[in-house]
């Protein structure tokens, strides 16, 4: 028996061969026992935190006796896949002469090297066998070979096995054993007690025995994968230490012009030659020496007002004097967000008209103009194409039956080394792929506020957008709230808390305008979905598209949609607001289906939370919403001049 050497990606190892998964290959199937890992060679502890966040997310191990993810540092390993092990499984089979098709059950690889290498029918000596591609399955993670029903009273293997056949319905439920010699049933395929820890609830409940799967089904395994943009972490953190620190990072955020964008690292440095010049003038003893200092700092591009000082005193204005300092230092999403913008050679859509007019390409031109009044129209800010956006993902641990986190038991991948010491290891992904960045626009989001009376401050008869999104990144609560927790928050729960309504409204909203994009974007971009996802930075009011899985490097497929069809696909994104094939019974319920917004394996927060009627206006969870495109939000912009 020779176990076959598979070579695949590492994008396709995070996806789809970690250990626990089951595949097939040449029709044989497989499970992957273990993986080596080459250790990242730098300080991980960013990485820690993530996972440390993650785990305690995940409702139903916290009913464990034991904890699967100890907060012991020492404990995890980070690193890169190199190598994936893998065996059969599962190791009952049938004969596939038509006219035998016995079963054939080995309890481990190494009964069935020694028993039958050759993987020959013992019965009909003709035939091969051929796995029955079931297994049984509990949603503590355990999985088993099959229950076969054996010849009661048989000593030798074969008297036990003799004229023992499956059923075979594809459906575990349905398929049965039987005798054929005897034209006997034996009964239903059975089960066996799970060897893992249960929860409380389980115990309660007594699920002891595992259930069945029909492997094929794909139900039997579910990575469990978090990504985030890959920031330079060392430099953040010293840049945290410079007073002007927020102060940049919300400016970038709110458009200032005094914010320096195309050299984004300028923004931190001293300028200590700027306050030495600043110094000389005041101690110079005449008007010949402050002439001369100014030609000298003219000449050296040094400029002696303290441009710092302005930005500061800009932002303390439109604060209201109140500028959340200790908000915006925590907020490692606003971070991630400005780091992808400014710091990674991404264009925006202005950018690239800019770029058509200046080579005379009336052409593309007239493509990003188009693009630019359908964005306008949707209630867009800005889009920024990025040709290498920067992610990590990790590989957590994997669940089986279900991805629900109050349900299946997250189990993470402990593997030995050396002195026979055990290590969760956290295999690692660093991926630079095509995205595109779609923000909305600050002041129709907080129209949309306005008009559902979901804020009360009073506001200027003239908005400006940086104002706006001040407004709204003070009064809005994304940073002490997770993604997570937003999207899954009930309604019902704040009531009496407008805040908290609105910023889970808001990021609802966010939420399901990018699931409009997929879905509207699927017959534009060329790939598959399923190899796409979605990161979504809610305080800064943008969610990216990104390639997830390396499919010939993405293609190009979103450099070309942007650049060719940009409009067409925005176009099709507020028609697909209005429609769905299951209307009106979708819209009635809850504005979000299989059929318009959900998404099989792209979205981060597995569908929760979404509503076509925060756009279009209807209920949402009992709760009268005017729609993000109602007429209501229009009348509210033109009354702030906009």
């Known amino acids: 028996?020779?176990?076959?050497?598979?070579?695949?990606?590492?994008?396709?190892?995070?996806?789809?061969?970690?250990?626990?998964?089951?595949?097939?290959?040449?029709?044989?199937?497989?499970?992957?026992?273990?993986?080596?890992?080459?250790?990242?060679?730098?300080?991980?502890?960013?990485?820690?935190?993530?996972?440390?966040?993650?785990?305690?997310?995940?409702?139903?191990?916290?009913?464990?006796?034991?904890?699967?993810?100890?907060?012991?540092?020492?404990?995890?390993?980070?690193?890169?896949?190199?190598?994936?092990?893998?065996?059969?499984?599962?190791?009952?089979?049938?004969?596939?002469?038509?006219?035998?098709?016995?079963?054939?059950?080995?309890?481990?690889?190494?009964?069935?090297?020694r028993r039958n290498p050759q993987l020959k029918c013992k019965f009909c000596g003709q035939g091969k066998l051929k796995q029955y591609p079931y297994a049984l399955v509990h949603l503590n993670g355990d999985i088993q070979a099959l229950n076969v029903k054996t010849n009661k009273g048989k000593k030798t293997w074969e008297e036990k096995y003799r004229g023992i056949r499956m059923r075979d319905t594809r459906r575990f439920d349905t398929a049965t054993w039987y005798n054929y010699i005897q034209k006997k049933s034996l009964g239903s395929l059975g089960t066996k007690r799970t060897t893992l820890p249960l929860t409380k609830t389980m115990r309660d409940n007594n699920k002891y025995y595992l259930g069945g799967s029909y492997i094929a089904d794909g139900s039997n395994y579910y990575p469990a994968l978090l990504s985030f943009v890959n920031l330079e972490h060392e430099k953040l953190s010293q840049r945290k230490e410079l007073d002007i620190f927020p102060y940049v990072q919300i400016g970038a955020l709110l458009g200032l012009p005094s914010i320096n964008k195309e050299r984004y690292n300028e923004n931190f440095l001293e300028k200590d030659s700027s306050s030495t010049i600043r110094k000389l003038l005041e101690a110079a003893k005449n008007n010949a020496e402050k002439e001369l200092l100014m030609k000298l700092a003219k000449e050296t591009n040094i400029q002696p007002n303290d441009s710092k000082k302005n930005l500061m005193d800009e932002i303390q204005s439109l604060f209201d004097q109140a500028v959340p300092i200790e908000l915006i230092k925590k907020d490692n999403l606003l971070h991630e967000f400005l780091y992808t913008c400014y710091e990674n050679n991404g264009s925006t859509l202005d950018e690239k008209l800019n770029e058509a007019q200046e080579s005379y390409n009336s052409i593309q031109e007239t493509a990003y103009i188009n693009a630019k009044d359908e964005a306008t129209n949707l209630g867009l800010d800005t889009i920024t194409l990025f040709e290498k956006f920067p992610v990590i993902t990790m590989g957590i641990g994997y669940t089986r039956r279900s991805f629900d986190r109050s349900k299946a038991v997250l189990n993470p991948f402990v593997q030995k080394i050396k002195n026979n010491r055990h290590k969760i290891h956290i295999p690692v992904f660093k991926n630079e792929n095509e995205a595109i960045v779609f923000k909305l626009d600050p002041l129709r989001v907080l129209a949309w506020l306005k008009v559902n009376e979901l804020i009360t401050i009073d506001m200027?008869?003239?908005?400006?957008?940086?104002?706006?999104?001040?407004?709204?990144?003070?009064?809005?609560?994304?940073?002490?709230?997770?993604?997570?927790?937003?999207?899954?928050?009930?309604?019902e729960d704040y009531m009496n808390d407008n805040r908290m309504k609105a910023s889970i409204l808001t990021f609802r909203l966010l939420h399901?305008?990018?699931?409009?994009?997929?879905?509207?974007?699927?017959?534009?971009?060329?790939?598959?979905?399923?190899?796409?996802?979605?990161?979504?930075?809610?305080?800064?009011?943008?969610?990216?598209?990104?390639?997830?899985?390396?499919?010939?490097?993405?293609?190009?497929?979103?450099?070309?949609?942007?650049?060719?069809?940009?409009?067409?696909?925005?176009?099709?994104?507020?028609?697909?607001?209005?429609?769905?094939?299951?209307?009106?019974?979708?819209?009635?319920?809850?504005?979000?289906?299989h059929a318009c917004l959900f998404l099989k394996f792209s979205c981060q927060h597995f569908n929760h939370g979404l509503s076509r009627n925060l756009l279009n206006g209807g209920e949402v969870e009992n709760y009268a919403i005017k729609g993000y495109y109602s007429i209501e939000v229009d009348k509210m912009l033109k009354s702030w001049d906009v």
């Not at 008869?461 to 997570?484: P, R």
């Not at 099709?572 to 429609?579: I, R, V, W």
Request: include cysteine.
């Open 460 to 491: 200027n008869k003239k908005m400006t957008k940086a104002k706006a999104h001040a407004i709204l990144y003070k009064y809005l609560v994304f940073s002490y709230n997770s993604n997570e927790d937003l999207s899954k928050c009930k309604l």
């Open 512 to 593: 399901s305008f990018m699931h409009v994009l997929f879905h509207s974007g699927k017959s534009i971009i060329g790939l598959d979905v399923d190899s796409m996802s979605e990161y979504l930075f809610p305080s800064c009011m943008a969610g990216a598209i990104y390639v997830s899985k390396l499919q010939g490097g993405g293609m190009g497929a979103l450099i070309a949609a942007f650049e060719n069809d940009l409009a067409r696909w925005l176009r099709n994104t507020y028609e697909k607001t209005q429609t769905c094939l299951y209307d009106p019974i979708c819209k009635e319920k809850s504005g979000a289906c």
């Open 1 to 113: 028996m020779i176990m076959p050497s598979l070579k695949r990606g590492t994008s396709q190892v995070m996806f789809r061969y970690l250990p626990g998964a089951l595949f097939a290959d040449s029709k044989i199937w497989y499970i992957v026992t273990d993986m080596k890992m080459k250790e990242l060679n730098e300080n991980t502890e960013h990485l820690l935190q993530n996972v440390y966040s993650f785990v305690d997310n995940w409702i139903i191990n916290n009913d464990l006796k034991n904890d699967l993810y100890p907060k012991r540092d020492d404990m995890y390993c980070f690193g890169e896949v190199e190598e994936i092990k893998f065996e059969l499984f599962p190791l009952v089979f049938k004969c596939d002469n038509e006219a035998c098709g016995n079963v054939h059950e080995y309890k481990s690889l190494e009964e069935l090297k």
